[in-house]
């Protein structure tokens, strides 16, 4: 199983605070809207059949069913799944959740998806290649596939783990673990190893003193990349 338990974990002891803007949980709900607006400018979501992987409490997924989109949202967490049905049927917008590997609902739901995304979950998984070459598998041709990580690099440490973790107390100590960050020419390398092609990358950026979150074309600590099955695959 390309999953980490500890990460697993992690990420369940805190579940039952995902919706709650201010817990440890801030900084997704505060980066949501520029994410769906990114995605939705390059693939408009009304109407399309969408695969959220790693999906937690369903921050983005419910985000991109309240666009339109028929959502699908799976994880192995069990906590966070049942945290997203409750906020689902309390907000009374639909999502499909699953608990399931990316892998095997790749080899269940093959190219059955207009868009999938994978937002802030590589960098906690074992084999991050493997859950690219998923998300190729679940795209239709010429769909869209997004994830976001981080960048590996000096400065990504002080920012990221330093600066969030310790400075300024974003994220509880040992959220992130440096050593697993993506460098963008790694994640092209399985982006296009997986047969899908790179289209753009954005970067992500944090103001401590405004505390606001604007995309930027700085990818050196937090990056998104849009890539697209091509329609011959
Ligand atoms: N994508 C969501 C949540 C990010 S938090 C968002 O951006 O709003 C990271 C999520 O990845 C957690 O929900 C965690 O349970 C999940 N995760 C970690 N390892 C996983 C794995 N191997 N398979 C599926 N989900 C995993």
Redesign the pocket.
Known sequence: ????PL??QK??ELAHRWWDPTSEFRP?HEI?PLRLEWINARAPLAGKQVI??????G??SESMARKGATVTG????EK?LKVADLHSLESGVQVRYKLI??EEMAAQEASQYDVV?????LE???DPAA?VRAAAALVKPGGHVFF?TLNRNPKSYLFAVIGAEYILRMLPKGTHDYEKFITPSELSQFIRSAGLEVQGFKGMGYNPLTKIYSLNDDTSVNYLVAARRPLEA
Request: charged share 15%.
């Open positions: 199983m390309n999953a980490d990460e697993l990420f369940s997704l949501n959220d992987i790693g999906c937690g409490g921050i983005l799976i994880d192995l967490g966070a590997a990316a995304t994978c937002m802030e979950m906690h998984v074992p859950i976001s």
